[in-house]
């Protein structure tokens, strides 16, 4: 486990590149595959909440019990098939700070680079309308209607298309974040849910 959370935190120590969309789209990529690694470590780890109960054929060694109290948690001991034995809770404890830490971060990043387009995007504008104030109303470059001889303004507006573009791509992709959090929350809680309950 050290191994991954020490290429996990390599991941974190590194910001999205913001600028180039190939590249964001790609470290963002690969700073995604964590979330698919925990999900398969707890698959892995951790047997299924309806093979979970507790019985001496299992091989579980409890340490605690089951009680209407929900707020209470099993603590069990699971062996391992290359000896030693996994105790559920502090996996699930740990395994939920290191999905809380990624996808906290992620997300800043992907933030991050939304709040650094949008900044550009309005710049571009603003740039637009001190030249030519009557060729561009609204924030759609469909609406400009402007006529300079040299084509610079045209230019810009091309220029402006791409930082719209790209502007949309990184917001779509602070909602796939959400997604993704969905799903991984989604996988904890069918795994961990009967051994740990995170704080509110």
Same mark, same amino acid.
């Given at each position: ?33 964590v ?23 299992? #091989? ?6 089951? &009680?209407?109290? &929900?707020?209470?948690?099993?603590? !069990? ?12 809770? !502090? ?11 990624? #996808? ?14 949008r900044?550009?995007v ?23 209607? #402007? ?16 930082? !719209? ?27 961990? #849910? ?7």
């Amino acid at each position: 486990m050290a191994e991954r959370q020490s290429g996990e935190h390599h991941r974190l120590e590194h910001q999205l590149p913001c600028d180039n969309l190939a590249q964001f789209m790609e470290v963002l990529k690969q700073m995604r595959t964590v979330d698919d690694r925990i999900i398969h470590e707890l698959n892995k780890s951790l047997p299924t909440q309806s093979f979970s109960r507790p019985s001496a054929r299992s #091989g579980a060694l409890i340490e605690g019990s089951i &009680s209407g109290d &929900s707020s209470s948690t099993v603590r !069990q001991t699971y062996p391992r098939s290359g000896g030693g034995s996994i105790n559920p809770t !502090q996996t699930c404890r740990e395994l939920f700070h290191r999905i809380t830490e990624i #996808g906290k971060y992620r997300l800043s990043e992907v933030s991050r680079c939304a709040d650094a387009s949008r900044e550009k995007v309005d710049a571009t504008l603003a740039e637009l309308r001190k030249k030519n104030p009557s060729g561009l109303h609204g924030n759609k470059p469909s609406s400009f209607h #402007g006529t300079d001889p040299s084509g610079q303004n045209i230019t810009e507006l091309q220029k402006l298309r791409r930082l !719209q573009s790209h502007l949309r791509q990184v917001e779509l992709e602070s909602e796939v974040e959400l997604v993704i959090a969905d799903r991984t929350l989604k996988a904890f809680n069918e795994r961990c #849910g009967l051994y740990y309950k995170p704080p509110s």
